[in-house]
């Protein structure tokens, strides 16, 4: 079969070919015969007529390699990888999250299992496992390929990562995002202290690599749970995810859960919105919501996940919200916030306070852990710092609406011997054709790192 059609699944069942005879167009067919309940997207229910998108459809689309795992793609499979989107899709369709694989096989591959969970939480070279990791996970989408140690300049590439493994989602901090994963750790740690649905988390010693347990398996059957993010409900590609809105948001619960769960997963949007405000954010975009369901009847909110402080870092220092409310990104204009909450979640005053507060409690319950790890995590001083000075901002905010008391962040440092909470850079607009090698003058701000 060439790689202009492949062969798409529904928990190991074969329901649909996915084909581009040109190379533009893109067709999903229904095999005849396949159930209702076996449909390949919410988008796209069981019928006879083709699905015809003008390109690959964003369904798919979104599972596509960007950036460093495009790169390990490259230098492992060479020949054997094509440069169109379905090539592409070929290679790492069987690695999907959710219910539904693509393989240009009669069969999909089977998932790649991590069995260096040990070397990744607990070895000296954290780093070193994962990259080797992902090697296995290049080279694990084509039959016959055996993986390869990575080179030096593909090496210098990585910035951060992720594969996913039969059952993980395992995620490498780089010298751009130091200890990313400990940050998104303790961000998650604080978001499963308000009680709502949360993926599980571990990190490893040095803070550098972070698993996530899969949500998308039940636990009972082991069967894989259909998993859909926003970005692609909502027909977009994976470069459009910060156009997003919490407006288009809200609607998608009201159009695709059913009514009788609408309300839990009302407030799991709503739990998502705030914790993304107290814990400054800026990276919750389309594709961190999602629908997760065994069928029509159970369409419900995913449980919350990549949630960290990502203002933390410079790159990021000085972004806004990933997406808007009432046509605006702001971390300080927060009554539209509280309106949408109203207007769109139908969540009235008393309940928007009850889970602020929920929220502040978890957060501020975090910050002693957090200043743990500051004195015992090599390197995490001024990451955990910045992160404590978003965590204060984040908190004062949302006690506009509401009155608990927050930590005293700087005495709770003081007392511990870690560094006190810091500012974050202020950072100037780059002007186009201005070298970024040429020193600030006197009083400008430098311009924010790439």
């Known amino acids: 079969m060439s790689k202009a059609e492949l062969n798409v699944f529904v928990n190991g069942r074969h329901v649909a070919v996915l084909q581009s005879p040109a190379g533009f167009e893109h067709y999903l067919t229904y095999l005849h015969g396949t159930p209702p309940e076996d449909f390949v997207s919410l988008l796209m229910p069981v019928q006879s007529p083709s699905w015809e998108w003008p390109n690959l459809h964003p369904f798919f689309q979104v599972s596509l390699p960007e950036g460093f795992l495009l790169s390990v793609l490259k230098e492992q499979l060479g020949p054997h990888l094509g440069a169109s989107p379905m090539d592409l899709l070929s290679v790492v369709g069987h690695n999907m999250i959710g219910r539904v694989q693509v393989s240009a096989g009669s069969s999909p591959n089977p998932q790649l299992a ?78 499963k202290a308000t009680g709502f649905a949360v993926a599980e988390t571990v990190v490893s010693d040095d803070g550098q690599i972070l698993v996530v347990e899969r949500f998308d398996i039940d636990p009972l059957t082991g069967e894989r749970l259909g998993f859909e993010d926003f970005c692609s409900m909502l027909g977009m590609g994976a470069e459009q995810k910060y156009d997003g809105t919490w407006e288009r948001a809200a609607r998608l619960v009201r159009n695709y859960v059913p009514p009788q769960g609408r309300r839990a997963s009302y407030e799991q949007l709503a739990v998502t919105l705030l914790l993304t405000h107290a814990l400054g954010n800026s990276d919750c975009h389309t594709k961190n919501l999602a629908f997760l369901y065994t069928g029509l009847e159970d369409v419900h909110v995913a449980p919350i996940y990549d949630m960290l402080t990502i203002v933390a870092y410079d790159s990021y220092a000085d972004n806004p919200p990933g997406m808007s409310i009432d046509g605006r990104k702001s971390w300080t204009h927060l009554k539209p916030l509280w309106q949408f909450m109203q207007v769109f979640l139908g969540i009235d005053p008393p309940r928007q306070r009850e889970l602020a507060e929920l929220v502040c409690t978890a957060v501020a319950a975090t910050v002693p852990e957090l200043i743990q790890r500051m004195k015992h995590t090599p390197g ?44 974050p850079q202020k950072f100037a607009t780059a002007r186009v054709g201005e070298s970024v090698l040429l020193a600030p003058k006197r009083g400008k701000k430098p311009v924010r790192p790439s």
């Open 114 to 191: 991590a069995n260096e969970l040990d070397g990744l939480l607990h070895g000296e070279s954290s780093r070193e496992v994962f990259l080797q990791l992902m090697s296995q996970y290049a080279a694990s989408g084509v039959s016959g390929v055996v993986p390869k140690f990575l080179t030096p300049e593909t090496k210098a590439l990585f910035r951060k990562g992720t594969v996913s493994t039969e059952r993980h989602i395992v995620k490498a901090s780089s010298d751009k995002q130091p200890l990313v994963g400990l940050n998104e750790h303790l961000c998650m740690q604080a978001a």
């Open 380 to 423: 995490f001083d001024a990451v955990g710092a910045r992160m404590l000075w978003h965590w204060n901002a984040g908190l004062n905010r949302l006690n506009e609406r509401i009155q608990i008391q927050v930590p005293e962040m700087t005495k709770l440092t003081q007392e511990a011997g870690v560094m006190e909470p810091s500012p």
